[in-house]
């Protein structure tokens, strides 16, 4: 079971953390990623890292402005998002593989979901 949080509103340039909190003593075995859905738009990917975290990868539109990190030790996925921009309001998910890498950047890659948590950039 995955649980995400840490959303919430923030001015453009300004900086959020989301976690997404794992329960299962095998959480470090899985690939683990973010994905944001805005209203009416497809579900799309942002970052992912692998189960050690040694490899991590990023969208496009998001590279050097967010970082992906985890604590197995926690169970505990963070995406730090700085120069938050309005294009970047949307629902957040964490998402999880067993069999994936982190270049897998598809919805359907990715077994176990989150309940997403919701940012709103402001201009």
């Known amino acids: 079971q995955l649980q995400a949080s840490g959303g919430g509103l923030v001015q453009a340039g300004g900086s959020l953390r989301l976690s997404c909190a794992a329960s299962?003593?095998?959480?470090?075995?899985?690939?683990t990623a973010w994905f944001r859905q805005a209203p009416g738009k497809e579900r799309e990917f942002v970052s992912a890292i692998s189960s050690v975290g040694g490899r991590t990868y990023y969208a496009d539109s998001v590279k050097g402005r967010f970082t992906i990190s985890r604590d197995n030790a926690k169970n505990t996925v963070y995406l730090q998002m700085n120069s938050l921009k309005p294009e970047d309001t949307a629902v957040y998910y964490c998402a999880a593989s067993a069999t994936a890498g982190p270049s897998r950047t598809r919805v359907y890659e990715y077994d176990y979901w989150g309940q997403g948590t919701l940012v709103t950039v402001s201009s």
């Open positions: 299962g003593r095998t959480f470090s075995m899985y690939t």
